[in-house]
């Protein structure tokens, strides 16, 4: 059985990606006050949710989703928000997920990094000879939000699932360990696979001979990637005691790709250019040496897997390969290609 790991929630100060936020927000239809009526009492300004890479605290997501339930005045929000999420919606772990070799490999995928998309929750993954369960629990009290994400999850997954066989499979279904809301009649709109309402755990559950089908966007190259930019984002959100360094380093493991700078960094925190500088220092590091860590640690790993260089230099948000040379023998003394052939003769 595969579990995902959870991280550290005593303060709630997990972050979100604020795409979710902006989402509910369009869905709303909602203006410029009414923006500001979503994000009361969470300190966020609606200014902060412009950027692609913004992002909120779990305890700032938690009172915009009891906020939006307020202003829609639909319990059912959760299925509107859900059935409005793409694959893009997901970042890196979901193009993981939609990469990868067969739905098997997708399910794993998603538990495993699921913390970096929904922190909330925990999830595990087992299979036994006839049936494959995903399921998940509150990693923290949720409250009255919890049927809302989970409406969001679930539909995230029937995504995912569509998307990776061609289809859902047949015998899928999803069990929740909650009553019956009153707008239940609405799931059969939004759900094309059978929902169990009071059972004993919240899950997807389908035949474990699904497990075995092609994913229609299977790229391994691209899978080892993502994954490994994952795995280093999930390393530092998981590491304690690594305050606002150890966060950036969590940023920037996910977000390579994208070539991220100091201001777009500093608009993710919610902190000025010059603010980040100084707080970085007071932790005797820099954005460029951050910048340059993770670069380097993802350089050497990529380059174990056997990957095309200038894929890899992609992948670490160069344009040029050439500037992915001379960085890489500035930190190996020696060229990626030298680095790959001694690693491969000492492995």
């Not at 994000?39 to 300004?45: M, Q």
């Not at 995903?134 to 809302?148: C, K, M, S, T």
Request: hydrophobic content about 40%; overall charge neutral.
């Amino acid at each position: 059985m595969q579990s995902s790991v959870t991280p550290d929630h005593s303060e709630r100060q997990v972050r979100i990606p604020a795409s979710y936020t902006r989402l509910m927000a369009r869905e709303l239809k909602l203006d410029k006050d009414g923006m500001v009526r979503l994000l009361a009492g969470s300190g966020v300004r609606p200014d902060d949710l412009q950027h692609a890479d913004a992002t909120l605290t779990l305890a700032q997501h938690e009172v915009t989703v009891r906020n939006a339930k307020a202003l829609s005045g639909d319990a059912g929000l959760g299925l509107i928000v859900g059935s409005a999420l793409s694959l893009s919606s997901h970042g890196a772990a979901g193009y993981a997920a939609t990469t990868s070799a067969d739905l098997g490999e997708a399910l794993r995928t998603v538990t495993r990094y699921l913390p970096l998309r929904a922190p909330y929750l925990s999830a595990q993954f087992e299979v036994t000879e006839d049936l494959a369960i995903w399921r998940v629990e509150p990693a923290i009290e949720l409250g009255d939000n919890l049927l809302f994400l989970l409406e969001v999850v679930f539909l995230a997954l029937q995504s995912l699932l569509e998307f990776t066989a061609g289809g859902l499979p047949p015998g899928c279904k999803v069990t929740l360990g909650l009553p019956a809301p009153r707008y239940a009649e609405r799931y059969r709109q939004v759900f094309r696979m059978p929902i169990q309402f009071g059972a004993s755990q919240h899950s997807l559950i389908l035949p474990a001979a699904c497990l075995n089908i092609p994913c229609a966007s299977a790229d391994a190259p691209s899978h080892r990637g993502l994954r490994l930019q994952c795995e280093q984002a999930l390393q530092a959100l998981n590491q304690p005691g690594g305050g606002l360094a150890q966060q950036v380093r969590a940023y920037l493991a996910e977000r390579l790709q994208d070539s991220p700078c100091i201001d777009q960094a500093a608009r993710h925190f919610h902190l000025s250019s010059r603010t980040l500088v100084r707080r970085l220092a007071a932790d005797a590091t820099t954005f460029q040496t951050l910048l340059d860590e993770v670069r380097r640690g993802q350089a050497s790993e990529l380059l174990a897997v056997r990957l095309p260089i200038d894929s890899i230099a992609e992948l670490l948000g160069y344009r040029d390969p050439s500037n992915f040379g001379r960085a890489f023998r500035r930190w190996f003394g020696m060229s990626p290609s030298a680095y790959r052939n001694q690693h491969h003769q000492n492995g």
